[in-house]
């Protein structure tokens, strides 16, 4: 039995030109075929998932800007941080207790408004680099307004 190659040698020029345009066109339907087509074909089919890709795309950058924002920010001591998460306290109303610990603060949160828990919240991450830790927190129904009860643990920078 000979070899491909011996075989396509002892062919004419005219019948190896064919053959080899023939090979080209067969691997070149093969490759639309298997690579192109379905993928033409599921962005023909379900533009919601394109839309739902670039959207998911557009958070990743947006989380990509704050990593490197918080990156960023300038290193801040524990004593600092302590003050600074003390002086915002004053958002969360008079209805708080706040007890600090070597690295941990621990606040106790009576009927307090979502609105400034979530501002407090963000104010203790940016400024004093503290993250929460440990939440038990329950919601209040007895108004309108949502307010939260229970206690959370926030850790601060290393020493």
């Known amino acids: 039995m000979r070899s491909l190659s011996e075989r396509f040698s002892a062919l004419g020029p005219r019948e190896q030109r064919w053959l080899s ?5 067969l691997s070149l339907a ?11 074909r599921s962005l023909r089919v379900n533009p919601q998932a ?23 920010r300038p ?4 004593a600092e941080a302590l003050n ?3 002086a915002s306290a004053s958002l969360l109303g008079g ?9 941990r603060v621990n606040l106790v949160l009576r009927a307090t408004p979502a609105k400034a828990l979530a501002e407090w919240l963000a104010r203790a991450r940016t400024e004093a680099h503290a993250v929460p830790l440990e939440a038990r927190l ?4 007895q108004t309108d307004e949502a307010l939260w009860s229970g206690t ?3 850790t601060l920078p290393p020493r």
């Open 95 to 103: 209805n708080t207790e706040i007890s600090i610990g070597d690295q």
């Open 75 to 78: 290193h801040l001591d524990a």
């Open 30 to 40: 093969l490759l639309i075929g298997v690579g192109v087509l379905p993928a033409v």
């Open 152 to 154: 959370l643990v926030m």
């Open 21 to 25: 345009v023939g090979v080209g066109v």
């Open 84 to 86: 600074r998460l003390q």
């Open 138 to 141: 329950s919601r209040e129904t």
């Open 50 to 72: 394109q839309q739902q890709a670039n959207a998911e795309l557009q958070s990743l950058y947006r989380l990509q800007v704050q990593v490197q924002a918080l990156q960023a």
